[in-house]
């Protein structure tokens, strides 16, 4: 089930750089962002809240540890959006979204430091690959 979701986010993130490069013609791209993540948020709530996942919830569900970490990831995901917003109002969709795709090679990396991933002659190659496949989409 993992690879359905995994599929699907990959094209719903296809769909995030059309749609974001279509809507940033004479917008502000940190506006934008900013205006993007209040409905994210919003969604997210409303489809939270109608599945249950809220039912229980005190704000003593997580750890600190939790906590800390949540709000770190909010932290990287929104600046990482509002880069990526940024470069997609200057340069082609394609473009930005092979060079942020680069983060599956940093994911791997760190995954392997902090997560003690495993990490292979086929992952290292992969993520050359990938790496490769980013720089020469790039290339004019």
């Known amino acids: 089930m993992w690879l359905l979701y995994a599929f699907g986010s990959a094209v719903f993130a296809a769909l995030v750089a059309i749609f974001g490069k ?9 506006l934008a962002t900013s205006v993007r993540a ?3 948020a919003v969604f997210l709530f409303v489809v939270s809240l109608s599945i249950g996942k809220w ?7 997580f750890s600190s540890r939790d906590w800390l970490l949540i709000v770190l990831s909010g932290v990287a995901g929104a600046l990482s959006w509002l880069l990526y917003f940024a470069a997609l109002k200057l340069g082609p969709a394609s473009a930005v ?30 993520a050359a690959i990938m790496a490769l496949g980013a720089v020469l989409i790039t290339l004019k």
Do not use: C, P, Q
Not at 22 to 30: E, P, R, W, Y
Not at 55 to 61: D, K, R
């Open 97 to 126: 979204a092979a060079i942020d795709r680069l983060s599956i090679v940093f994911v791997v990396v760190l995954a392997a430091i902090f997560l003690s991933e495993a990490f292979s002659w086929k992952i290292g190659l992969g």
């Open 55 to 61: 039912n229980g919830f005190s704000i003593h569900s």
């Open 38 to 40: 209040v409905i994210m």
């Open 22 to 30: 279509l809507g940033l013609k004479g917008v502000d791209s940190t």
